[in-house]
């Protein structure tokens, strides 16, 4: 074997291998587990199922309930709190999801953001025209469990979080969280303030918004990844004699 091609054979493997290798500064996507969201869509449409149905039979917490409006649902106070719940109905929902389709946009996600907009509307729809005609439960006069309000913003915010989840860092996932459970939890007080719904509606909300967006986000996950084989050691050819 001439010299030259003895030199040049340790200097080419090692081109081909650096060529093959992945770059090291390149993160893969943290995902959430589909069997977490699996495991937490089941329980909370199963805690919505069994809300549902306690309300429908006329059990509810009467005593919560008049509490929650007479601390509240005070007269001075009941137009203010209509306002509130109005400023962060749509405007707010609106501000949100653009934000977050900048950002998909911007991180190359645009899609999974998109799609997880479609699931927070895909709440909303069922909350309305499947859960409250099915439940019956009246209000004043009107169809009130679970309350519409509070679904829309609690489903597009954990929607919004879960689709950032993958492009978020540690503490841009806290502070992003805590600013959707206080979002979702102020809607929550300005619909019973105003007198449009009962802390009981509030609650089903949540439920039901918590199992309808895991349950999508556990079917548009994708799956994990095989492991990668351990690379078959290179076969050095010998020269002929």
């Not at 004043?140 to 679904?151: E, I, K, M, R, Y």
């Not at 979002?183 to 439920?207: E, K, N, Q, R």
């Amino acid at each position: 074997m001439p010299l030259s091609e003895a030199l040049r054979s340790p200097l080419g493997r090692r081109a081909t291998e650096a060529k093959t290798k992945r770059p090291v500064a390149r993160v893969a996507l943290v995902l959430m587990s589909r069997s977490r969201l699996s495991a937490i869509a089941v329980v909370s449409l199963l805690a919505t199922a069994l809300l549902a149905l306690a309300v429908s039979r006329g059990d509810s917490a009467l005593h919560l309930d008049r509490n929650a409006i007479h601390l509240l649902g005070r007269p001075p106070d009941v137009d203010l709190w209509k306002h509130v719940a109005d400023v962060l109905a749509a405007p707010a929902i609106a501000v949100v999801v653009v934000a977050s389709l900048v950002l998909g946009a911007l991180r190359r996600i645009l899609l999974r953001v998109g799609v997880f907009a479609g699931i927070a509307v895909a709440t909303f729809l069922i909350s309305e025209h499947m859960v409250k005609p099915l439940v019956g439960e009246r209000f004043f006069g009107q169809l009130s469990f679970p309350s519409g309000n509070v679904t829309a913003v609690c489903a597009t915010a954990l929607a919004m979080w879960i689709a950032l989840y993958p492009v978020l860092g540690k503490w841009a996932r806290i502070i992003t969280f805590a600013f959707g459970a206080a979002w979702t939890l102020l809607m929550a007080a300005a619909v019973v303030g105003a007198i449009w719904h009962t802390p009981l509606d509030c609650i089903g909300s949540v439920l039901l918004s918590l199992g309808v967006v895991t349950a999508g986000a556990a079917i548009y996950q994708p799956k994990p990844a095989p492991s990668p084989t351990a690379p078959s050691k290179p076969v050095r050819a010998r020269a002929g004699v």
